[in-house]
């Protein structure tokens, strides 16, 4: 499918093609496997299997075949090597399967994503839902796009203030301090399992907040909150930290993905219930 017209005229439209063939061919070969593959427990809680490195492989070598100078944090790749992330200002995150578990287990929460992060900044992100078969595609100033057989511009969450009936999205009901505000606000639920999809949800509108305290890395992230950005949403923790793209640290335990007119105010409540101390 030709990408829209902001997208097609950015200064970004070749790494976009090839990032989105590359998305897409990786969730078609996921699929293809699916029900054939089985994951192993691994630390911290993960699930892995054999196709998140083959997806990896596939992503990462098609990014490398036609960018060979740029620079690359791939999640499989870096885990691997056991050494630390020395930072970049210009690079490319790759998180070929964002919910393994829903993988193996049958649901739809996964997704293939992708981001450039330039001068420090995410300026190109893309999310292949491959259950669905849709792609989510944003580039800084070009707005926000879900691609099927069309191309629909994404509008994010309209709400400018904290109400009853706010939509949470997580895999399972909030609890803890997220409990707490769902309870608040009367809020709804709306379930999804891959953190990139997540991010999705709120940068389609299908939900308004996304906020869960776990341990998460700039790979699970960076594509979203492009999207994110282009749809009036911010990104960032409970204490109202940006995520740190130059440096070298690349693992983040809060996340809090809403409109901006709400992030400051959310991101307060939620650091209230966790006390005083609380730091990032």
């Known amino acids: 499918m030709q990408l829209p017209d902001g997208l097609a005229s950015s200064r970004w439209a070749r790494r976009l093609d090839v990032a989105i063939a590359a998305v897409r061919a990786a969730g078609a070969a996921l699929i293809e496997l699916r029900g054939t593959i089985h994951g192993e427990e691994a630390a911290g809680g993960q699930l892995k299997t054999s196709t998140d490195l083959a997806a990896e492989g596939w992503v990462l070598g098609f990014l490398q075949g036609s960018f060979p100078d740029d620079t690359f944090l791939a999640e499989e790749q870096f885990e691997h090597a056991g050494k630390p992330w ?9 998180d070929a399967l964002d919910g393994t578990r829903s993988y193996v287990e049958g649901f739809d929460g996964l997704c293939v994503q992708v981001a450039l992060v330039e001068d420090g900044q995410p300026r190109i992100g893309v999310i292949g839902e491959p259950v669905t078969r849709a792609i989510y595609v944003a580039a800084e100033g070009a707005g926000a796009w879900k691609l099927t ?35 608040a606000h009367q809020g709804q639920f709306v379930e999804c399992g891959s953190v990139g999809l997540k991010i999705v949800r709120v940068a389609e509108d299908a939900a308004d907040v996304y906020a869960k305290r776990f341990t998460y890395k700039l790979w699970d992230v960076a594509p979203g909150e492009v999207l994110l950005r282009e749809v009036g949403a911010t990104l960032g923790t409970w ?18 993905a809403a409109p901006a007119a709400l992030y400051a105010d959310l991101a307060a409540d939620l650091a209230a219930e966790l006390g005083s101390g609380f730091s990032e």
């Open 86 to 94: 020395p930072g970049a200002q210009t690079y490319w995150t790759i």
């Open 149 to 183: 057989d069309r191309a629909t511009r994404l509008t994010g969450s309209q709400l400018q203030s904290r109400a009853s009936g706010m939509r949470f999205v997580d895999s399972t009901r909030p609890g803890g301090p997220v409990g707490a505000l769902f309870a």
């Open 239 to 256: 204490t109202g930290q940006r995520i740190d793209y130059a440096g070298t640290r690349t693992h983040y335990t809060s996340v809090l």
